[in-house]
């Protein structure tokens, strides 16, 4: 039985406790979370779950575990693997429970003191968090716990979740998550570690994905897993259960799971973004595998915007479901008329534009011997600065192709999303400033069409949207925001802020 619930070991280097500023503007972190509870190995499992949503987070991970009667932790920057697979650290990880999470930040403030879990020690014992989302109103809190006198030690706007813990009055662990969740406002999954438990939590909108799993076990019934993907139950070998729901919190401890739901029930707003980009496609996303969507949609694209063509090419990786459906719809060969370079990391992640324009230079080129001559409907998933299409056109063009049309398996990306997915300030984003015609103009494209709303939402959900009561969050394509953007709304918060960091 667990007796001494000590800080994790070994104490990794914590930068000096400061208070500042979210990492930029708004802050936004893409991120993995992944959780096993009962389990030999649990460090190793979660890192081998961790390395499956790698996807989700590129930036850092980290992995708290405990093995009965402490906690221990180990965050790094980099890829899953360049900390994990090493055996002595996944050593140092022991215990039958552990929690992992994957990082995506933008630029700016990539520190360790940022790399999560998060971990506490609390009157009632240690407590680790991993969140994947993000806060609305995470610097209006911050403020005001500062107020109080917490003292921050990170800049990621889920700290706030552990000084809201902290100061609750209320008794149990569950009880206190529970008054920190209904202070805060916005996108999380949430997989926690106690001495007692492993908790998993989805905000009422179910904005961002969690799934529960369970392990195999020859003798009995094996332990559990939360992650944000089911790519992450299938390479540690774990059945699907179920998603947690919306509003859902689920407490794992050796009795089973049980389910709370503090809040009125009320209609999810997954994010649809995830069915067109994020997610694996491989995961089973919501009920729905995604590269089946992904393939709906590309098909639903080519009924919407047929254009004759000689060849159908995806822009790799992201945009090959969509082409496969685009092709078999248009009734066009699909062919790799571009070719990717696994080892360099995604061009989004690249510090500053120039950089970026290397990035894809350095990821994707032209095979020559298929587009030359040809009239190509070149296929991606979206539309951002505009920066990948630009240059895969350009490469396209120098490769010989007589044609180039652009076909967008999600509508004009025109706002940024706060809840979780990393997107630029909307003046940077191409559709926010201009029409299909000037993009197609700025990308130097034969011609763009971009998938309607109402097609995306057939081709994900089988219906078109409801305008009164969107059945997802497609913020970034219509600007309709379903949770308030809090800090956003009020500017005052931010310059209070600055100064307070800077005093
Ligand atoms: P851009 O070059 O800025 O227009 O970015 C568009 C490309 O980035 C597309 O090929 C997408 O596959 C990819 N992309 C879109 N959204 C994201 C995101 N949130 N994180 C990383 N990559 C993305």
Same mark, same amino acid.
């Given at each position: 039985?667990?007796?001494?619930?000590?800080?994790?070991?070994?104490?990794?280097?914590?930068?000096?406790?400061?208070?500042?500023?979210?990492?930029?503007?708004?802050?936004?972190?893409?991120?993995?979370?992944?959780?096993?509870?009962?389990?030999?190995?649990?460090?190793?499992? %979660? +890192?081998?779950?961790?390395?499956?949503?790698?996807?989700?987070?590129?930036?850092?991970?980290?992995?708290v575990s405990f093995d009965g009667e402490?906690?221990?932790?180990?965050?790094?920057?980099?890829?899953?693997?360049?900390?994990?697979?090493?055996?002595?650290?996944?050593?140092?990880?022991?215990?039958?429970?552990?929690?992992?999470? =994957?990082?995506?930040? %933008? %630029?700016g403030d990539t520190v360790l003191r =940022?790399?999560?879990?998060?971990?506490?020690?609390?009157?009632?014992?240690?407590?680790?968090?991993?969140?994947?989302? =993000?806060?609305? =109103?995470?610097?209006?809190?911050?403020?005001?716990?500062?107020? $109080?006198?917490?003292?921050?030690?990170?800049?990621?706007?889920?700290?706030?979740?552990?000084?809201?813990? +902290?100061?609750?009055?209320?008794?149990?662990?569950?009880? $206190?998550? *529970?008054?920190?969740?209904?202070?805060?406002?916005?996108?999380?999954?949430?997989?926690?570690?106690?001495? #007692?438990?492993?908790?998993?939590?989805?905000?009422?909108?179910?904005?961002?994905?969690?799934?529960?799993?369970?392990?195999?076990?020859?003798?009995?019934?094996?332990?559990?897993?939360?992650?944000?993907?089911?790519?992450?139950?299938?390479?540690?070998?774990?059945?699907?259960? $179920?998603?947690?729901?919306?509003?859902?919190?689920?407490?794992?401890?050796?009795?089973?799971?049980?389910?709370?739901?503090?809040?009125?029930?009320?209609?999810?707003?997954?994010?649809?973004?995830?069915?067109?980009?994020?997610?694996?496609?491989?995961?089973? !996303?919501?009920?729905?595998?995604?590269? #089946?969507?992904?393939?709906?949609?590309?098909?639903?694209?080519?009924?919407?915007?047929?254009?004759?063509?000689?060849?159908?090419?995806?822009?790799?990786?992201?945009?090959?479901?969509?082409?496969?459906?685009?092709?078999?719809?248009?009734?066009?060969?699909?062919?790799?008329? *571009?070719?990717?370079?696994?080892?360099?990391?995604?061009?989004?992640?690249?510090?500053?534009?120039?950089?970026?324009?290397?990035?894809?230079?350095?990821?994707?080129?032209?095979?020559?011997?298929? *587009?030359?001559?040809?009239?190509?409907?070149?296929?991606?998933?979206?539309?951002?600065?505009?920066?990948?299409?630009?240059?895969?056109?350009?490469?396209?063009? +120098?490769?010989?192709?007589? #044609? !180039?049309?652009?076909?967008?398996?999600?509508?004009? %990306?025109?706002?940024?999303?706060?809840?979780?997915?990393?997107?630029? #300030?909307?003046?940077?984003?191409?559709?926010?400033?201009?029409?299909?015609?000037?993009?197609?103009?700025?990308?130097?494209?034969?011609?763009?069409?971009?998938?309607?709303?109402?097609?995306?939402?057939?081709?994900?959900?089988?219906?078109?949207?409801?305008?009164?009561?969107?059945?997802?969050?497609?913020?970034?394509?219509?600007?309709?925001?379903?949770?308030?953007?809090?800090?956003?709304?009020?500017? +005052?918060?931010?310059?209070?802020?600055?100064?307070?960091?800077?005093?």
């Amino acid at each position: 039985m667990p007796t001494d619930r000590r800080s994790p070991e070994p104490r990794e280097p914590v930068e000096p406790a400061a208070f500042a500023p979210a990492d930029d503007d708004h802050p936004r972190e893409e991120c993995g979370v992944f959780g096993v509870w009962a389990a030999a190995d649990a460090a190793a499992l %979660t +890192a081998l779950g961790l390395h499956a949503l790698q996807h989700r987070g590129q930036e850092a991970a980290g992995i708290v575990s405990f093995d009965g009667e402490r906690f221990h932790s180990h965050r790094a920057l980099g890829l899953v693997g360049d900390t994990f697979s090493d055996a002595r650290v996944i050593a140092s990880l022991p215990g039958r429970a552990a929690i992992g999470h =994957n990082r995506y930040a %933008t %630029t700016g403030d990539t520190v360790l003191r =940022n790399v999560q879990p998060l971990y506490a020690d609390f009157e009632f014992g240690g407590f680790a968090v991993g969140h994947n989302g =993000n806060l609305t =109103n995470a610097t209006q809190l911050r403020r005001a716990l500062v107020r $109080r006198g917490c003292l921050f030690q990170s800049t990621t706007d889920s700290e706030v979740f552990v000084h809201l813990i +902290a100061i609750s009055l209320y008794s149990t662990v569950v009880d $206190r998550l *529970i008054d920190a969740l209904k202070q805060v406002q916005g996108a999380y999954s949430l997989v926690a570690l106690t001495a #007692e438990a492993m908790i998993g939590v989805r905000d009422p909108f179910g904005v961002r994905p969690l799934i529960l799993g369970r392990l195999p076990s020859p003798a009995k019934e094996g332990g559990w897993v939360l992650a944000s993907e089911t790519c992450a139950l299938d390479i540690v070998g774990a059945s699907f259960v $179920r998603d947690v729901e919306p509003g859902e919190i689920v407490v794992i401890d050796d009795n089973g799971v049980r389910s709370i739901k503090p809040w009125a029930k009320q209609a999810s707003r997954f994010c649809i973004f995830e069915f067109i980009y994020f997610s694996r496609p491989d995961s089973v !996303v919501e009920g729905t595998p995604v590269y #089946e969507v992904r393939k709906r949609i590309g098909a639903e694209l080519a009924r919407e915007s047929h254009v004759p063509a000689d060849l159908v090419v995806p822009v790799p990786d992201s945009g090959v479901p969509a082409a496969i459906g685009y092709a078999a719809e248009a009734g066009l060969p699909f062919e790799l008329g *571009i070719i990717r370079n696994h080892y360099v990391g995604r061009t989004f992640i690249e510090p500053t534009d120039s950089i970026r324009h290397l990035g894809v230079k350095l990821k994707h080129s032209a095979n020559r011997s298929l *587009i030359a001559g040809k009239r190509v409907v070149l296929v991606d998933d979206s539309i951002v600065r505009g920066t990948t299409s630009r240059k895969i056109v350009e490469m396209v063009r +120098a490769a010989g192709a007589a #044609e !180039v049309h652009m076909r967008i398996s999600s509508p004009p %990306t025109t706002h940024s999303c706060f809840y979780g997915i990393d997107t630029p #300030e909307r003046d940077k984003l191409l559709a926010a400033r201009n029409d299909v015609a000037a993009m197609a103009r700025i990308i130097g494209v034969d011609s763009l069409a971009f998938i309607s709303i109402d097609g995306l939402y057939c081709a994900v959900a089988g219906v078109a949207r409801d305008p009164a009561r969107p059945q997802f969050c497609d913020a970034c394509f219509t600007g309709d925001y379903p949770i308030p953007l809090v800090d956003l709304a009020s500017p +005052a918060n931010d310059r209070q802020l600055s100064l307070l960091a800077e005093g």
